[in-house]
């Protein structure tokens, strides 16, 4: 069955840092592949996605390139603020069968001013 | 355009009791799916409706049923409530159901059910 590993947090990190939250999958076929983000108190929104190989997805200065090759979608910013502090889910949803999203099991991210 | 809305947005219930929430899509998605979070099981999928009909469901109890109306509007309902039903309880819409798609899905704030 499809599957997603995050790496563990908490991610600690200090305003103005490079970001990188490791994503791997499993998964038959060319999954989609997506990044959520919670912040406290609330339900996810979508930060970005990828529906093939080599994509890059982007928004707000995070990035992240699905490659099939390590089957992996790890996210990246270049300098990280106070207001990026929240869980990060990495998601795929396969494109066979049943559709719902797979999740990993969410980074949290803080960062210190 | 308006986001995904769930009402209400935090129950506290006892158990054994029966619950409802309510789930209204972005307009005009017809997709709708559940989601269940818990600190120690994460996210996990409940089930998806399109067309008012369930197209797939996950591992969960009986207990644990939902529908759609025609207006895309679902609802779920989670019978003879436990302790372990304890959750935030997300809403997720997108445009269509189909084989192969790579839509999109837009999730609401969630619902917080305490079960006491």
Known sequence: GNSVTQMEGPVTLSEEAFLTINCTYTATGYPSLFWY?????????????????????????????????????????????????????????????????TFGSGTRLQVQP | KAGVTQTPRY?????????????????????????????????????????????????????????????????MNVSTLELGDSALYLCASSFFWTEGSTDTQYFGPGTRLTVL
């Open chain 1, 37 to 101: 983000v919670q912040y406290p108190g609330e339900g996810l929104q979508l930060l970005l996605k990828a529906t093939k190989a080599d994509d890059k997805g982007s928004n707000k200065g995070f990035e992240a390139t699905y490659r099939k090759e390590t089957t992996s979608f790890h996210l990246e910013k270049g300098s990280v603020q106070v207001s990026d502090s929240a869980v990060y889910f990495c998601a795929l949803r396969g494109v066979t069968g049943r559709r719902a999203l």
């Open chain 2, 11 to 75: 129950l506290i219930k006892t158990r054994g009791q029966q619950v409802t929430l309510s789930c209204s899509p972005i307009s005009g998605h017809r997709s709708v799916s559940w989601y269940q979070q818990t600190p120690g099981q994460g996210l996990q999928f409940l089930f998806e409706y399109f067309s008012e009909t369930q197209r797939n469901k996950g591992n969960f109890p009986g207990r644990f049923s939902g529908r759609q109306f025609s207006n895309s509007r679902s609802e």
